[in-house]
Structure formats: structure tokens, C-alpha cells
């Protein structure tokens, strides 16, 4: 048997206008860097982004069912989806298919009534927290996100926080490198930059 490492960090954080994800940019394959600048910060709606820790085909083939649903209940309802629906919707399919599993570390943010952030599991299990890390580099960027968090942040000072974790996990995990992207979610929709 074969085994193959996996390795990102991703992070998110909720302040009191906005939600933020975080993530950085190296693709690895066991010891193997495959690529350096990999997008690991999908736009589900204008209101809701995915990051993805894990294996990268399973991640883009929820991210697309995720996108579709999002599209439908616009089309059908004249609204924008509500992100619990999303998580509730992801969790179900991740559960269902728990025999054999999408291999997927997931955090959903985005803005409805008010920032929101999913944690989400391999076998579907999903919590609304108000900071969340997955990847390799997660006990790093989490001892820096737990240093410094408080849910009064201004975007800009979480934004801050967000890549200083990221850079952190960089430092000290071989799976976690190159640069940083950062998603801020506010009421106005979702903005995707580099660091």
C-alpha cells in the first residue's frame, strides 16, 4: 500500500462585517511539489467562497455541485442561498457518501443575514464557528489565530491575521508554501486578492 500525503493550510475568520478565508498556494504530492500558485479559494456565489484542503478533484466536484445549487435556488427563489443551506447540502453529500469518502477538509464562509463560517468534514460532520483552520499547517496557524482573535477585528486587521497565520503555517510546514489568498465576504459580496 502506498501512502500519499496531502498538505495545505486554510483559515477563516468572522468579525463582526465580514468573513475571511485564507489560504496558501502550493500543491504537494507526498514530498512532491506539484504546482506553486493553485487556487485553493473557490467562488460558490457572489456571497458564499470554499476553501479546499484535501484532494483537489473531490474538492472541485463539490465546489461545482455547491455552485449549480446556488445558481438554481437564485433562479428559482429570486434569492441568494442561505450559507447553512450550502453547509447542510455539502454535509449531506459528504455523509451519504461515507463508505467511500471525498477526501476533503472544507471551509464555507459567506454573508446571508450575517458573516458565517462552516467547518466541514470528511464524513459530512459541519460546525458554525467563529474561527476554523483545516490542512498540515492547521496546529501552527491555529496557535496563531488563537493568540490574537477577537470577534471585534476590523476586516483589515482579520484580513492581517488570516495571512499571518497562513505565512506562520509556511514556515513550519513543508506542505504549505508560495503565497497567500485571501477572500473577504462582506454584505456587498465576495472579494478574492493575493498576498
Not at 467562488?43 to 455541485?65: C, E, F, N, R
Not at 496557524?141 to 497565520?165: C, F, H, M, P
Request: glycine share 6%; no cysteine.
Amino acid at each position: 500500500m502506498v501512502t500519499v500525503m496531502h498538505g495545505t493550510t486554510t483559515v477563516g475568520l468572522v468579525t463582526r462585517d465580514a468573513v475571511i478565508l485564507a489560504a496558501d498556494k502550493r500543491a504537494s504530492s507526498g514530498f512532491y511539489i506539484a504546482h506553486k500558485n493553485v487556487r485553493k479559494i473557490v467562488k460558490i456565489d457572489d456571497h458564499v467562497v470554499m476553501t479546499i484542503s484535501g484532494l483537489v478533484a473531490d474538492a472541485q466536484m463539490l465546489a461545482s455541485i455547491l455552485q449549480y445549487m446556488a445558481r438554481n435556488y437564485r433562479v428559482s427563489t429570486g434569492r441568494a442561498i442561505p450559507v447553512r443551506n450550502l453547509a447542510s447540502y455539502l454535509s449531506l453529500i459528504l455523509n451519504t457518501n461515507k463508505y467511500y469518502p471525498y477526501v476533503v477538509q472544507l471551509l464555507l464562509g459567506g454573508y446571508d443575514v450575517k458573516p458565517r463560517l462552516f467547518a466541514i468534514e470528511w464524513f459530512g460532520d459541519y460546525v458554525e464557528e467563529k474561527y476554523a483552520v483545516t490542512g498540515s499547517g492547521s496546529p501552527v496557524a491555529v496557535g496563531v489565530i488563537e493568540s490574537n482573535y477577537r470577534e471585534n477585528l476590523s476586516i483589515d486587521e482579520a484580513t492581517e491575521l488570516a495571512v499571518k497565520a497562513v505565512r506562520a503555517s509556511m514556515r513550519r510546514d513543508v506542505f504549505t508554501g508560495e503565497a497567500v489568498d485571501v477572500a473577504v465576504v462582506t454584505r456587498e459580496g465576495a472579494k478574492i486578492m493575493l498576498f
